[in-house]
């Protein structure tokens, strides 16, 4: 696999809580991205970054904001956290041609 | 909205059979890509075809493209039960532009 590592694995928070969600690579990749996966709705894109300090909003990016202060770690953070964010969250870096995915987060919001 | 559109939704077939799973696209890419993601797990990338190429090869998977048809049609042949899995196409816009998902073919093999 590679150097990404997403943390924690899974979670369980109460609505209306701040929670982040960290990425951690070590394959120097430029870009990393944020998607959550939910049923019916396959893979969609939440931030992603081009770089230190640059980053962009992807398709459903409300109530979500992203950090990535330096080049191997990118979070993101659900400000208060509701149900309809309960998700599998993906982190993913790519150099521009192919991604490489991490495990995963599960993320449940009660 | 998603980018790509995976065609069929769920595709069962015996082992040793081929399986073909198609997506389609709205806008101009600069390449395709194609994915596998195995229960509970992350990702993984199997193939990238620009869109220049028509055709590309890796193992026993076959890509093509068709981009006057904004389609792509991704083919493993001799299936076996270590492909079941779900399997989505994205496609790259090129420069800054990120990956775009469909919402996944799901193969399932049985031997």
């Known amino acids: 696999d590679a150097g990404i590592t997403q943390s924690p694995r899974h979670k369980v928070t109460e609505t209306g809580t701040p929670v982040t969600l960290r990425c951690h690579q070590t394959e120097n990749h430029r870009y990393m991205y944020w998607y959550r996966q939910d049923p019916g709705h396959g893979l969609r894109l939440i931030h992603y970054?081009?770089?230190?300090?640059?980053?962009d909003k992807g398709e459903v990016s409300d109530g979500y904001s992203v950090s990535r202060s330096k080049t191997e770690d990118f979070l993101l953070t659900l400000e208060s956290a509701t149900s309809s964010q309960t998700s599998v969250y993906f982190c993913?870096?790519?150099?521009?041609?192919?991604?490489?995915f991490g495990q995963g987060t599960r993320l449940t919001v009660v | 909205s998603q980018q790509g559109e995976e065609d069929p939704q769920a595709l069962s077939i015996q082992e040793g059979e081929n399986a073909t799973m198609n997506c389609s696209y709205k806008?101009?890419?600069?390449?395709l890509q194609w994915y596998r993601q195995n229960s509970g797990r992350g990702l993984v990338h199997l193939i990238l075809i620009r869109s220049n190429e028509r055709e590309k090869h890796s193992g026993r998977l076959r890509v093509t493209l068709d981009t006057s048809k904004k389609s792509s049609s991704l083919l493993i042949t001799a299936s076996r039960a270590a492909d079941t899995a779900s399997y989505f196409c994205?496609?790259?816009?090129?420069?800054?532009?990120?990956?775009?998902f469909g919402k996944g073919t799901m193969l399932l093999v049985s031997p």
């Open positions: 993913a870096i790519s150099e521009g041609e192919g991604a490489f």
């Open positions: 806008t101009s890419i600069n390449n």
């Open positions: 994205a496609t790259h816009g090129g420069g800054y532009s990120t990956l775009t």
């Open positions: 970054s081009y770089g230190v300090k640059d980053t």
